[in-house]
């Protein structure tokens, strides 16, 4: 329509969109019974015309004259009509919608895996894919995200840019949690969204790195992100692993009943994959220098069936700042595979010649066409200490506890045991490795020792300056100290006023004495009451009876249970009870009461043990009974063996650890006077084997000084140090103190590598217009994908025609012509 005829219908052109449609239409159409009346009053319109052109017909006018004044007539009634409907003009403007075509690629790391194809079809392909040749295509290894990876980027981004003839590609990442848009391509690019993208160089490799996959809250999620916009497909590349989350195939019905077509592509091998996992190593954390200690490992085998493989022990020394050493290997042996799927265990025994931290690994050299080699090699820490312990054992009689403890620690290597037991006479020969016809004396005597154990010792033998030279022996010689609390002595010694410094010593508070002595001589105990572990108790070295918590805790269950216990008000700030009575008439309000109590005095360790009986538990096995005994003691020295200025332990939840997951940390710290250290926050670093330190920070516990926790997420496969350094006074040398841990690849993720071909072609199916593709055979995607482009009519509001003046000018001049052709007909 030209710019006249909108000026004369009173438009103003500029109103009007350059590529719009105009046309006309009506604000106040007649609808329903309207449209009746009207088409009544238009009746009645014409009738009244026809009569008044019955009666000029006697006015002698002609009959040209006459049908002119009704044309007339009627035009001005047509035009009112007209008016009445609001004439306008209206126009409408059409936009082309670009559906979304929505590509979904599994980046969870069982897309690390490394196929080895053995048809020549899929060969061939991978070679063409990655830009090899067959041949090489051994020594090249791509895993599926390296596929995935070329397939997306080949021929600068061939694939992407097809699809954007279909509609604006998203592509989107995902493994357990929410998919992450990778980028946006789009053959219209908005060049307003930082988001897209016309070409692929910006597009960063998938890094396989989910410890899970959730394909049904990946599809959900796409889908649902793009409410009200249309979806031509969804492209998912995946291996068809589904570990989390609901079932896959609920996620296809999603889709279909969006009308959203699933083209699912798979990556990966059909056929059972072959894979050598060191699942599992037994070893103990420490060890005195040649003392041979046993390390034993699970190995998995899968497809390896009839073949022999070579199993090493790899050993590597740890420096005084933590960094590793060259390893070497130290022990082998051969190891046939006897099933398809077998769990296999081997066993070295080894003799540490030199004292120091080590790292010992039990290690599977990699196999041919194996699908990863991440989990071919497992390590574990052991300190090897340079002397055997020397424990000098109190006793007050000749107790059952007395002589099964003396005989267990007398015969093993690694303690050095020395007896003094305080009934026999002074003429017999005392028990134990080395023998003292004495109790020592002197301060120096005492600090010969590395631990002292009181099996319920009789006060009059001891005096204040041989408790004082106990409290040497802790605070300042970091000595261990093990209380056995007995009926007969305990009571009366810690009530003694040259013995009573010692409860100074002990983690534990007790109340008034001498009632407790009188209370210990009459009651009876006919009944058997279960030892109940805590949650401390359950990881403490001293109760670690199996490696698995699990199994540990079902042990303890079945353990004879206690007649006798010592009471107790409570336990000093920063002590830790291991154990506590499962008699609920014994609970206090600060709680029930505590059988095994760990404690710090300075650098030296001490525990508290409230009952006796423990021979008791040789009724399930000797094996646990001499376990508690010896970690018992072991734990005890190891402050005085690993040095004295030890100011700290670190500690974690477990020992092993899942890549991406939280590691729980924590630590106990003193400062240099071997006060618990009073600083809101320390500073921590996880060191993994390929030396990238991660900072993280350990916040203090509110209500227990010098426990401090903190978290780090576990990045890397191998052995992880946790490591902490404390300052010394003077500008000395500052203490460092370490953890290690072991990060492993997610067992979820890799408990079935094969392609799930079976259940990605029935997601497809499962949807209008779905196909599934092995990616071997992915020739061109846009030929598959639906077109859906859609055109948008947007109608613009209509514009009024004929204002008011306009309107007036028109009828008068209709008007006028009446009364002229009236005047005229009247002098004929």
């Not at 570990?243 to 996620?251: I, R, S, T």
């Amino acid at each position: 329509m030209s710019q006249l005829w909108y000026r004369l219908l009173g438009v103003d052109p500029a109103s009007i969109p350059e590529d719009a449609q105009a046309y006309f239409t009506f604000t106040h159409p007649f609808t329903s019974w309207k449209v009746f009346a009207l088409l009544a009053i238009m009746a009645a319109v014409v009738y009244g015309t026809f009569w008044l052109y019955r009666r000029e017909i006697t006015s002698g006018a002609s009959n040209r004259w006459r049908a002119a004044l009704a044309v007339l007539r009627c035009a001005v009634l047509l035009i009112l009509m007209v008016l009445w409907l609001g004439p306008a003009l209206a126009y409408r403007t059409y936009r082309p919608i670009e559906p979304y075509v929505i590509v979904l690629v599994d980046d969870s790391m069982s897309m690390s895996v490394r196929d080895h194809y053995t048809d020549t079809e899929s060969i061939d392909a991978i070679a063409a894919l990655m830009q090899s040749t067959p041949a090489a295509l051994d020594a090249l290894t791509p895993h599926r995200a390296d596929l995935v990876n070329a397939l997306i980027t080949q021929q600068d981004g061939a694939l992407l840019r097809e699809l954007a003839d279909r509609g604006k590609v998203r592509v989107l990442t995902f493994s357990s949690g929410e998919p992450t848009l990778l980028t946006t391509v789009s053959d219209e690019p908005d060049t307003e969204d930082p988001d897209e993208l016309p070409t692929t160089e910006s597009i960063e490799p998938i890094q396989p790195t989910g410890r899970g996959t959730n394909l049904a809250r990946a599809v959900r999620s796409a889908i649902r992100d793009l409410a009200g916009n249309p979806i031509a497909a969804v492209i998912l590349i995946t291996d068809g692993q589904h570990n989390e989350g609901d079932d896959p195939l609920a996620a296809a019905e999603y889709a279909s009943s969006m009308g959203v077509p699933i083209i699912a592509i798979g990556v990966g091998d059909p056929t059972e994959p072959r894979n050598i996992k060191v699942a599992e190593l037994w070893a103990t954390d420490s060890v005195f220098r040649d003392d041979p200690f046993v390390i034993e490992s699970q190995i998995d085998a899968v497809g390896f069936a009839g073949q022999t493989l070579r199993v090493e022990l790899v050993k590597r020394e740890i420096d005084a700042t933590g960094s590793p050493g060259i390893e070497r290997v130290v022990d082998s042996q051969n190891l046939t595979i006897n099933d398809a799927h077998a769990e296999q265990r081997v066993r070295f025994e080894h003799r540490p010649d030199e004292s120091g931290d080590y790292v010992f690994a039990v290690r599977v050299p990699a196999q041919q066409a194996e699908i990863t080699e991440d989990d071919n090699h497992r390590a574990q820490p052991v300190t090897v200490l340079s002397d055997k312990a020397r424990v000098l054992l109190i006793a007050g009689a000749p107790t059952w506890e007395y002589r099964l403890v003396t005989t267990l620690l007398k015969r093993d290597k690694t303690i050095d045991l020395s007896c003094w037991l305080q009934s026999m006479d002074t003429d017999m020969r005392q028990d134990g490795n080395t023998v003292i016809d004495r109790l020592p004396e002197t301060p120096a005597e005492l600090f010969e020792y590395d631990m002292v154990l009181f099996v319920d010792p009789d006060p009059r033998e001891f005096n204040e300056a041989w408790v004082q030279a106990l409290r040497d022996f802790l605070g300042e010689h970091g000595g261990g100290v093990m209380w056995i609390a007995g009926p007969k002595f305990t009571a009366r010694f810690l009530s003694s006023a040259s013995t009573s410094g010692v409860r100074d010593l002990l983690p534990i508070t007790v109340g008034r004495l001498s009632a407790l002595d009188v209370e210990s001589l009459v009651v009876t105990h006919p009944r058997e009451w279960p030892i109940r572990i805590t949650a401390d108790g359950a990881d403490h070295v001293m109760m670690r009876l199996d490696k698995d918590p699990q199994i540990n805790q079902q042990m303890w269950d079945v353990m004879p249970g206690i007649y006798w216990s010592f009471p107790v008000r409570g336990v000093k700030p920063g002590a830790k009870v291991l154990a506590e009575h499962s008699d609920p008439r014994l609970t206090t309000p600060d709680g029930p009461r505590p059988l095994l109590v760990a404690g710090q005095f300075g650098p030296g360790r001490t525990v508290y043990m409230g009952f006796s009986g423990t021979w008791r538990w040789r009724k399930l096995g000797e094996r646990y009974f001499d376990q508690y005994w010896v970690q018992s003691v072991r734990y005890l020295v190891e402050g005085r063996l690993l040095g004295t200025k030890k100011r700290g332990r670190i500690t974690t939840d477990r020992d092993t650890y899942a890549v991406g997951s939280r590691i729980a940390v924590s630590a106990r710290l003193y400062d240099a006077d071997f006060e618990p250290l009073a600083v809101d926050a320390m500073e921590a670093t996880l060191r993994p084997a390929d030396g990238t330190d991660l900072t993280f920070e350990l916040r203090a516990v509110p209500g227990q000084p010098g426990d401090y926790e903190g978290t780090a997420i576990a990045t890397t496969v191998g052995l992880n140090e946790i490591t902490m350094t404390l300052s010394t006074p003077d500008a000395g040398a500052p203490v460092r103190i370490g953890r290690q841990v072991t990060v492993e690849v997610p067992r979820v993720e890799f408990a079935d590598t094969r392609l799930n071909r079976a259940m990605l072609a029935d997601l497809a199916d499962r949807t209008p217009g779905g196909l599934y593709l092995d990616l071997t055979r992915v020739r061109s995607l846009a030929a598959a994908v639906p077109d859906r482009h859609e055109v948008l009519v947007i109608k613009g509001k209509p514009i009024e025609l004929w204002d008011g003046w306009r309107t007036i000018v028109l009828l008068l001049i209709l008007l006028t012509a009446e009364w002229a052709f009236r005047k005229r007909l009247k002098m004929m």
